[in-house]
């Protein structure tokens, strides 16, 4: 008679997320040129913006002001949509495949990812804010200001990052997934990123005051400059609580799915 196999425990708690975590931190480290590029990308169009169309746009040369927070939210957009390249990557290695075996929680994967670009575009928003203070960037936050901007824009970057991470899974490869996830990096461009919506034409002024990233900025200005932001600010809220809902759902059945 043979014993039957002993089945191995299923890691409780925080184990799983520790350790995929830590595997997208490292392999986030080893991926120097992605690293330099998520850090160097948002100052290089920061710079861009402010020196060679700020002067155009506001000849009275405060247009770095305005233009700091659709540059953070831009860039987040970038360096999100890393995640989906990371995805659809491990999809098509069949390492994903690998872990189904183990005794793990499906959404284990994905936090790694999740997480990893979560650090990442903090990482460069900070690199951004310190040189656009030094170009001359002059918030008038206080501490509650400066902690309800970045807040925002954690929130917003958690958000966008679960979406990619679900693009990634549905994405047949890495190559898809970039190509899918590239119209959405278009949104901040269609959005009061760079030029106040009411300067636009006035079809288009309807779609970018009603899409997410107009709201979240105005939130983030909001924030930085002690202005009220009002209404922005539950719209803001529930744009990102919405996303971050449907990308979190979505991302657990296609795991399910393409799993199988």
């Known amino acids: 008679m043979t014993t ?11 184990t799983a997320e520790r350790v995929f975590v830590r595997r997208s931190l490292v392999r986030s480290l080893r991926d120097g040129e992605s690293l330099m590029m998520a850090i160097l990308l948002p100052v290089l169009l920061m710079l861009m913006f402010t020196f060679v ?14 233009v700091v927070p659709g540059i953070i939210l831009t860039c987040a957009g970038f360096g999100a949509s890393s995640t989906a390249l990371y995805v659809a990557g491990d999809m098509k290695a ?12 499906s959404g284990a994967v994905l936090t790694g990812h999740v997480v990893a670009s979560l650090v990442r575009n903090l990482l460069a928003t900070g690199v951004v804010i310190l040189v656009a203070v030094v170009v001359g960037f002059r918030p008038t936050a206080g501490v509650l200001g400066w902690l309800g ?3 925002i ?3 917003y970057i958690l958000a966008i990052t679960y979406l990619f991470a679900a693009i990634g899974l549905a994405a047949r490869s890495p190559e898809g997934a970039n190509a899918y996830g590239f119209i959405l990096l278009f949104l901040p461009y269609l959005s009061s990123a760079f030029v106040p919506v009411e300067t636009m034409p006035q ?3 309807g779609i970018a005051s009603t899409q997410p990233v107009t709201p979240i900025i105005e939130t983030i200005r909001a924030f ?12 803001a809220l ?23």
Not at 53 to 66: I, K, N, Q, T, W
Not at 224 to 235: H, I, M, N
Not at 238 to 260: D, E, Q, T
């Open 4 to 14: 039957p196999a002993l089945l191995r425990p299923r890691l409780t708690g925080i």
């Open 53 to 66: 169309f700020g002067g155009a746009l506001e000849p009275g040369g405060g247009y770095v002001d305005y």
């Open 94 to 105: 069949g390492i994903v495949d690998r872990f189904r075996t183990m005794p793990l929680r």
């Open 149 to 151: 901007a970045l807040a």
């Open 153 to 155: 824009i954690a929130l």
């Open 203 to 205: 079809w288009l002024q």
């Open 224 to 235: 930085l400059f002690g202005t009220g932001a009002g209404a922005e600010l539950g719209w």
């Open 238 to 260: 529930a744009w990102c609580g919405l996303i971050l809902a449907v990308s979190v759902a979505w991302g657990a059945w296609l795991f399910r799915r393409r799993s199988r």
